[in-house]
Nanobody, 113 residues
Framework: QVQVVESGGGLVQAGGSLRLSCAAS??????MGWYRQAPGKERELVAT??????NYADSVKGRFTISRDNAKNTISLLMNSLKPEDTAVYYC??????????WGRGTQVTVSS
C-alpha cells in the first residue's frame, strides 16, 4: 500500500523559515515534489526533484530548496525568506515507476505579515 505523508508545516512570521518533510513508501518513486494550494486558487507546482535534477516555480526560486534522501524515500523543502503569499496547504507528490501519481493529505503553512 502506497503512503505519502507530509510533516513540518506551521505558523511563521514573514522573513522566517520552515522545513517540510515528506515520506513515501510502498513503491519505487521517480519524480517527487511539492505543490501548494492557497484559498480560492488552483493547486500549483512549487518544486520537483528527479535524481539530481530540480525544478522550481519562479515565485520560489532562490528562497526554497528541495532535497531528497533516496535511501529513505523522503524529500524535504527548506523554505527561507517566507512571504505572506506563500501561505497555503502544501502537498507532497510522488510518481512511481509505473507513472502513477500519489498525493499526501497536505500540511498547512501560514506566514503572517
Amino acid at each position: 500500500q502506497v503512503q505519502v505523508v507530509e510533516s513540518g508545516g506551521g505558523l511563521v512570521q514573514a522573513g522566517g523559515s520552515l522545513r517540510l518533510s515528506c515520506a513515501a513508501s510502498g513503491s519505487i518513486f521517480n519524480t517527487m515534489g511539492w505543490y501548494r494550494q492557497a484559498p480560492g486558487k488552483e493547486r500549483e507546482l512549487v518544486a520537483t526533484i528527479l535524481g539530481t535534477t530540480t525544478n522550481y516555480a519562479d515565485s520560489v526560486k532562490g528562497r526554497f530548496t528541495i532535497s531528497r534522501d533516496n535511501a529513505k524515500n523522503t524529500i524535504s523543502l527548506l523554505m527561507n525568506s517566507l512571504k505572506p503569499e506563500d501561505t497555503a496547504v502544501y502537498y507532497c507528490n510522488a510518481k512511481n515507476n509505473r507513472a502513477f501519481t500519489f498525493w499526501g493529505r497536505g500540511t498547512q503553512v501560514t506566514v503572517s505579515s
